[in-house]
Structure formats: C-alpha cells, structure tokens
C-alpha cells in the first residue's frame, strides 16, 4: 500500500520556467491539500482540493500558481515563470474524505524547487 | 495563525522520556488537538489527536488538562531517531477549509545519547 507519491523530489527550474509538481494521493483518498515550506520556515497551507474541485484556495499567491486534480491522474501543482522566491520544498498530503478523524493527513515526501 | 505555543526547542537524553508541552488557552469545544512532526528534510508525520480523554497509540501519548488549555505529548523511550521537530495544532474534525491544518513553529526536539 504505497503512500502519498510526489514526483520529482527534486526539480531544478532556470527563472521564467515553468514547474509542474505531481502528488499521487494514497489509494481511496480523494482529498488532497498541497503546503509550501520555504527555508528555515513551517509549512504553509496552500490549497485543498477533490477530485475536479477546488475547495480552497486561500493559501495559494495571486498569480502564477495554479492546482488541478482531475477525475483520472494526479493532482498537479503548476508554477508559470518561476522566480527565485518559489525556491522551497513543496509537500502534497491526502486524506480518505473530508473528516480525517481517526488518521490525520498522510504526507508524502514533498518535491524541493530550486529556481537558478 | 497557529492557536498553539510551543517552546522553541528541547533536549532529552536517549532512553528517557520527552514530555513535549503545548499551550491552547483559547481552543474551541469542537477542536481537537493534533501532534505532527517533521523529521529533517521529509514529510511530516502524524502522531496523535484526541479531544479532551488521553489518548496513547504505539508512538505516543497524549495528556490534555481537564480545562483543555494545554497539553503535553509524550515519547515514553525517546531514540535518536525520534529527533525531529513537533508540531501542535488545534483544529476542528470536519470537512471544508476549517479542517486545513495551521503550521505553527513547533518545537525542535534533539535527542542525545
């Protein structure tokens, strides 16, 4: 039973690219909600969402960060023209719905964004 | 903002108990008290909740005052590898955005030999 899966771990992006951040949900979880970690700092919230749903987004800057979790895939968290400040590690967490009660959220092993 | 306080750092020697304290003076009635913690470099990891009983599973227990304004994590044998940084937070067990967890700066526990 494997767990949260994120991919790549590690992603090297030159200023101006674009980085695409990918987290498998863990089998029969439908939630999941992606935080941001940057250096010598706790984790942020950034967005939650279901399957094709949003459900909050408060978390997320303005511009240039987006989510998707389609009916068949991954989720995706996409940056467009990185800038030197998304440099950070990038954890994507799953839950069976939208109460966890009894097991928390499962992390994965979070993708860390170098911007150069 | 995190509800919680958590002193900034503790040390505890191998083999004995890490009795980890947090303050929530101003937690709700339907919020629960979580415990994570965050290895070096990886994911957190989830630990425990409980609500106003004590609870204990095969990682830890959990002690909560009566008032539940505070409560105290405990790593009976605490091992080098349980060195880490612990979080505290308080949320409600329900769907929707109030059931987002809220990082504080948790504690860094170093556990010497």
């Known amino acids: 039973n494997a767990g949260v899966m994120q991919n790549p771990r590690h992603l090297v992006r030159r200023r101006g690219q674009e980085a695409r951040l990918r987290c498998s949900p863990m089998?029969?979880?439908?939630?999941v909600y992606w935080y941001r970690q940057l250096p010598e700092e706790g984790l942020k919230f950034m967005v939650y969402l279901q399957k094709e749903n949003i459900i909050d987004e408060s978390g997320m800057p303005k511009e240039r960060f987006s989510a998707e979790f389609p009916k068949e895939g991954p989720s995706i968290l996409r940056i467009q023209q990185v800038v030197r400040g998304d440099s950070a590690a990038y954890f994507c967490a799953s839950s069976p719905g939208p109460a966890d009660s009894y097991y928390g959220y499962t992390f994965g092993s979070g993708t860390r964004l170098t911007v150069v | 903002d995190a509800k919680t306080t958590q002193p900034t750092s503790m040390d505890c020697a191998e083999g004995r108990a890490a009795n980890l304290p947090c303050n929530h003076s101003t937690i709700s009635g339907n919020e629960y008290v979580y415990w994570y913690r965050q290895i070096h470099s990886q994911g957190p990891q989830y630990i425990i909740h409980?609500?106003?009983n004590n609870e204990t599973n095969e990682m830890a227990s959990l002690i909560i005052t009566e008032d539940r304004k505070s409560s105290t994590l405990i790593l009976p044998h605490a091992t080098l590898r349980d060195t880490a940084v612990y979080y505290c937070?308080?949320?409600?067990?329900?769907?929707?955005?109030?059931?987002?967890?809220?990082f504080g700066k948790g504690t860094k526990l170093s556990v010497k030999p």
């Open positions: 409980g609500l106003k």
């Open positions: 089998k029969g979880h439908s939630h």
């Open positions: 937070i308080v949320r409600v067990n329900y769907g929707g955005s109030q059931g987002n967890l809220i």
